[in-house]
């Protein structure tokens, strides 16, 4: 294949992967409401509903100095970030409150905004709309600096289960404060293996700092990496009419990750922030089975890690063993028993000799999680074995898993490691 | 001949007009030409309506006139637009003061027109105008929720998509054909919209876009 025919373009994108994509979950993507009603029946976490106006005569009827300090008014079936307002705190005087700007707005400004969002001045087709408040996300400190005025949010385009690329949307004085690249928000590309930023893209622009400022937008590694993608799936999970979607998730100072909102077309400049054509990664999620969120999750790390990733996960602590290691495993009382262990990236599970599994107390009837009738085929041959429950502390992290029991008494090591436990671990041979 | 070449000839013969067998005949390459410049070459543009009636008004008003009122109208509908932003109107009676301004710069247009002795102006037909004025809420709406810049580019390209319209309906040897060969200028528009109606592939202004990660 060309390298154009890995680029995901406007007509695949509506022709092929739009289709993916039901009325019914459009329906629930288009309008916020529906989105967090959605959202609240699968325990997702979305910002707090305040009021939702349905007819104008309650825009008059409501009391606006029954507000919190601060909110957001926004279109039910908004797009591009059109037409919303962020109040930040309440001002000097009652019904009036200040902007992100520091500009004052009163309360006779809010009905009419109110109002013209409900004329659909800013929904799809201008169509009537409904208008909402909800409470407004306050900016997590690591975004401070990079953002201007507005919330930074995470995009995470999710297809079958599986994120399959993800960027970071700052806003900008341009974009006054939303976080819409149309809309001249700056796009940063994420790596999904490690939540670390890598390229971006300015109105068309590739950039190395974020504009007035000496800050290098690559590097900056986002926290909750591995919630925010667990969220994204679980949002999918959650809409399953949208079989191709974007959702936006924003980091509140308090909650941590919430869904901002769901995307029923996300837009293709994402290729551009992550350097990364879309098309491709679609093709290889296309079909696979996967079972949850987590899962989903651990496939897109695999298939679409940087290629610095590893070094990252390296210096992030990613320790190397020798084959051989002294590694403490809990007894029944707590307490921990220096063994000297072997370990095989060769065998699945850890194993256990059944003298020092009985010394320890592990043998006991409550710890045993099954008894493995077929058995193995190893160096021993066939044999049933138990399988018991065990926690132990290899190169200082703490792995709770389980073990095979064995007789491995004519053996040097008593304890065996199997790459089942060695995730995240590098073996020297 | 055909029955389609008989029935043109004979209706041309008993006073239909010529130009407007043409103008039908060819209005649906015109769409064609609309839609290859969005799946095709990657021209946003106003959906099919906008380019292809600015088109038609086009050769009707003659191009010098129909730019002049064209230009006009965007530029009034804008400066109304941000100058009654500020007074706090519903969305319908925004847009019908915009109207207002819009038709008024028009009809001053028109009425001073013989004082210039602009012959082309003078003469023109009233629908032609009606429909380049009514445009002006989609040149309004663009605006909104967008940036000037986006919203001047997709202007532009809507301009761009109608002027290309505008010269296959001015190009002398498609109009000899569409009265000579008709079902030949009906028949190929139609293939040619399925074929890119299923066109996957990059679009040309795509591969600009995207030419960092075609390196």
């Known amino acids: ?429 | 001949m055909n029955t389609l070449q008989y029935l043109i000839s004979q209706a041309i013969f008993r006073g239909v007009s010529e130009e407007t067998v043409v103008i039908l005949i060819l209005l649906p390459l015109v769409a064609s030409v609309v839609a290859a410049a969005r799946h095709l070459l990657g021209f946003r543009g106003f959906g099919i309506l906008i380019p292809t009636a600015i088109a038609v008004t086009f050769t009707v008003t003659g191009i010098a006139v129909g730019v002049l009122i064209f230009v006009t109208i965007l530029l009034v509908a804008t400066a109304a637009r941000s100058l009654i932003r500020r007074l706090r109107l519903h969305y319908l009676p925004r847009m019908a003061i915009v109207l207002w301004f819009v038709t008024l710069a028009v009809l001053t247009m028109i009425l001073t027109a013989p004082f210039f002795e602009f012959r082309q102006l003078t003469e023109i037909s009233i629908f032609p105008i009606v429909i380049l004025i009514l445009m002006f809420e989609e040149f309004v709406a663009v605006q909104i929720g967008k940036s000037f810049r986006e919203a001047a580019g997709l202007t532009l390209e809507t301009v761009i998509i109608a002027l290309m319209g505008y010269a296959i309906l001015r190009v002398d040897w498609l109009q000899r054909t569409a009265l000579l060969y008709p079902h030949w200028l009906i028949l190929a528009p139609l293939a040619f919209d399925l074929l890119i109606g299923r066109f996957t592939g990059l679009r040309l202004l795509e591969y600009r876009r995207f030419r960092k990660l075609l390196k």
């Open chain 1, 1 to 429: 294949m060309s390298k154009a025919a890995h680029i995901l373009g406007m007509n695949a994108r509506n022709q092929i992967y739009l289709k993916l994509n039901t009325k019914k979950g459009r329906q629930v993507a288009d309008s916020k409401w529906l989105t967090k009603k959605v959202l609240r029946v699968n325990e997702l976490p979305s910002p707090k509903l305040l009021k939702l106006f349905r007819r104008p005569a309650a825009v008059v009827e409501f009391d606006w100095s029954s507000l919190p300090d601060n909110f957001v008014l926004k279109p039910v079936s908004g797009y591009a970030g059109g037409g919303i307002i962020v109040v930040k705190k309440k001002a000097k005087w009652a019904g009036e409150w200040y902007l992100m700007d520091n500009t004052i707005i009163n309360t006779a400004d809010l009905r009419l905004q109110a109002l013209d969002i409900m004329a659909g001045q800013y929904s799809l087709h201008n169509l009537p709309d409904w208008a909402m408040l909800e409470e407004r996300i306050k900016i997590a400190k690591v975004f401070k600096k990079y953002a201007y005025q507005g919330t930074p949010d995470i995009r995470v385009v999710v297809c079958n289960r599986v994120p399959v690329m993800a960027m970071l949307r700052l806003p900008t004085a341009q974009s006054k404060g939303k976080a819409n690249l149309h809309q001249g928000a700056i796009g940063v590309g994420i790596d999904l293996a490690t939540g670390i930023t890598t390229h971006a893209v300015w109105q068309g622009r590739f950039l190395q700092y974020i504009p007035g400022t000496k800050r290098k937008v690559n590097g900056l590694k986002l926290p909750y990496w591995n919630t925010i993608l667990a969220l994204a799936v679980r949002a999918q999970e959650a809409v399953p009419s949208l079989g191709y979607m974007g959702v936006d998730v924003v980091y509140d100072k308090e909650h941590g990750p919430v869904i901002l909102e769901l995307n029923a077309r996300p837009g293709l400049e994402i290729q551009n922030a992550n350097l990364a054509s879309l098309r491709k990664r679609l093709q290889r999620v296309e079909g696979l089975e996967v079972r949850d969120a987590d899962h989903g999750v651990r496939i897109a790390k695999t298939l679409f890690a940087g290629r610095f990733a590893d070094r990252v996960m390296a210096e992030e602590g990613v320790k190397t063993l020798n084959n051989e290691e002294e590694v403490k495993i809990r007894t029944s009382e707590g307490k921990r028993t220096l063994v000297l262990t072997r370990i095989d990236t060769g065998a699945f599970r850890s194993s256990i000799d059944r003298d020092l599994a009985e010394q320890l107390g592990l043998l006991a009837e409550n710890n045993i999680l099954w008894q493995n009738h077929f058995g193995y085929r190893s160096a021993q041959g066939r044999q049933s074995r138990p399988v018991i429950s065990l926690t132990f502390w290899l190169a200082g992290s703490k792995i709770s898993s389980s073990a095979s029991v064995a007789d491995r008494s004519k053996m040097k090591y008593k304890f065996l490691i199997g790459r089942n436990d060695l995730e995240g671990f590098l073996v020297r041979p």
